[in-house]
């Protein structure tokens, strides 16, 4: 059952990428593909310790000049067992603010009012478009919680403390995947 919430979870995020490529007030029907040079899907899975696999999706589109003109990243994570947990059916993303990480962001102190994880994800999204491969795989990192998070006292650091080793992961995957 896990197994085929993973393969749906990164088939939506495939469908993502591909109806995602347009602008929002564009009309449906265009050519998507034709937007971008190259585009690929990598998928990264750990497991941390309570058992919890957390398959972390990125999907980039780059432009011809090796620049990342789109890019989705999102988590699926399942619990092996019988409790709530090993229900979740959405993706870190699609929980929005039922994911509750606002209020221990708050806490943290480092962005103001706290962010959501799905906020936080989008800063770090928004704040690698126009960069390389090679720009982003630079991109200055501090432990955190076990992973890599942001550089404190970077711009991206201010709107972005989750850790982005996996985006990292997935996004380096990404791009050996390209076509």
Known sequence: MNKLVKVLAASALVATALVGCGKKDEPTGGNTAAKYAKVGLGIVSNINDEGQVNSTMAAIGLDADGKIQYIDIDVAQSTPGGDEKSALTKTKKERGTDYGMKETSAKAGKIKDGGEWFEQAEAFEAAIKGKTLDEVA????????????????TDLASKCTITIDAFLEAIAEAGTALQ
Do not use: L, V
Not at 140 to 151: I, L, N, Q, R, S
């Open 138 to 153: 630079k991109i200055e990192t501090e432990d955190y919680h076990g992973g890599k998070a942001p550089k404190t006292g």
